[in-house]
């Protein structure tokens, strides 16, 4: 039933991979809507799609602008969310931007929502969801930071095809089936591992890898600690991978780690060697939590951990991150 509360909500990108994520989410966290107002590339303008049962007309960003939706999420890539959010925010709307165009903006605020939501105001009316690579890391590390303080992070991925869109995950299945098709990589990426997620950057890191250095320094609002990454692709369809090595300033034990974790909300402790329960992206697909296991000294220096981090990249790293600060702002009175 609508009441008061329930505010008009845009999805730009609605017809992408994240963008039929957010629909299903916002469906099955029954999130108060007024009206739905699907935003997609002019190809898709005039089209349908089904939301809550009711077919909804597709419109275009100058369309949705003129709604003027409460909340605007965008999944539609930097470029978009460039040129549009400024264009939302003026009509009033609050902008959740799951691109990486206002991540490092020093005026706009990068949110996971266990983190750092308290730091939220009215005023912030482009919001920006942080890369999905990042938001899995900090998750886990988030705690640990707050009690050993972090100094150094070594960070490895393992990077489902589903991060990089519909064009991917199409290769890697014609790939599968012996099919040619498009190729959204240099290279096959079927019984293949690539060393190279977004563009090369002229320190020889690529874009991804820049992001989960500096991304996590302003989630945590905190430049003590450094994180150097590796960001690989491999061939799965749902869900990312870390290998993670923490050098804390203080002394641990393994024990109590474990213990901050289990009791860390969004995060699921999966720990037992004996039984071979550690996280794997199989059993991560289309769930929110973020999971953790493999937890164990490094032996070769002080104060240092090894852990493995694995989470649905398109839920907890993109649609459920954005919905959940949608819900923050929400049961704030913020918009």
């Known amino acids: 039933m609508k009441n008061s509360h329930d505010k008009k909500i845009a999805i730009v990108g609605a017809t992408g991979m994240v963008g039929s994520v957010l629909l299903k989410l916002l469906d099955e966290r029954n999130f108060p809507i007024k009206e739905l107002i699907p935003v997609a590339s002019e190809r898709s303008v005039g089209l349908e799609l089904v939301f809550r049962g009711k077919p909804h007309k597709i419109l275009g960003l100058q369309a949705g602008v003129d709604a003027k939706p409460d909340i605007a999420i965008f999944s539609a890539g930097g470029d978009v969310s460039l040129e549009w959010a400024p264009k939302f925010a003026a009509v009033g709307t609050t902008v959740i931007d799951n691109s990486s165009a206002w991540r490092m903006d020093p005026t706009k605020k990068l949110i996971v929502p266990e983190i750092n939501a308290a730091i939220l105001t009215k005023e912030d009316k482009i919001i920006a969801n942080p890369n999905c690579s990042t938001i899995q890391l900090v998750?886990?590390?988030?705690?640990?930071?707050?009690?050993?303080?972090?100094k150094r992070v070594v960070v490895s991925t393992y990077q489902s095809v589903s991060g990089t869109g519909v064009k991917a995950v199409q290769q890697l299945e014609n790939e599968i089936a012996g099919q040619s098709g498009e190729m959204a990589y240099p290279y096959p990426i079927h019984k293949n591992a690539l060393p190279h997620c977004d563009e090369f950057e002229e320190n020889g890191y690529t874009k991804e890898e820049m992001k989960l250095a500096r991304e996590p320094q302003k989630i945590l609002d905190d430049r003590t600690f450094s994180v150097s990454a590796t960001a690989v692709r491999i061939p799965t369809v749902g869900g990312h991978s870390e290998s993670v090595n923490v050098?804390?300033?203080?002394?641990?034990?393994?024990?109590?780690?474990?213990?901050?974790?289990?009791?860390?909300?969004?995060?699921?402790?999966?720990?037992?060697?004996?039984?071979?329960?550690y996280p794997m992206p199989i059993y991560a697909q289309n769930k929110d939590d973020v999971f953790v296991g493999r937890i164990r000294r490094d032996?070769?220096?002080?104060?240092?951990?090894?852990?493995?981090?694995?989470?649905?990249?398109?839920?907890?790293?993109?649609?459920?991150?954005?919905?959940?600060i949608a819900e923050y702002l929400m049961n704030h009175a913020l918009v």
């Open 247 to 277: 050098e804390f300033i203080n002394d641990f034990a393994v024990s109590d780690i474990r213990k901050l974790l289990h009791d860390t909300p969004g995060v699921t402790l999966q720990d037992n060697p004996e039984t071979n329960t």
């Open 139 to 150: 998750m886990a590390l988030a705690p640990l930071h707050k009690k050993y303080q972090m």
């Open 299 to 324: 032996e070769t220096q002080p104060n240092t951990l090894n852990l493995w981090i694995v989470s649905d990249n398109l839920r907890k790293g993109a649609a459920t991150n954005a919905i959940q």
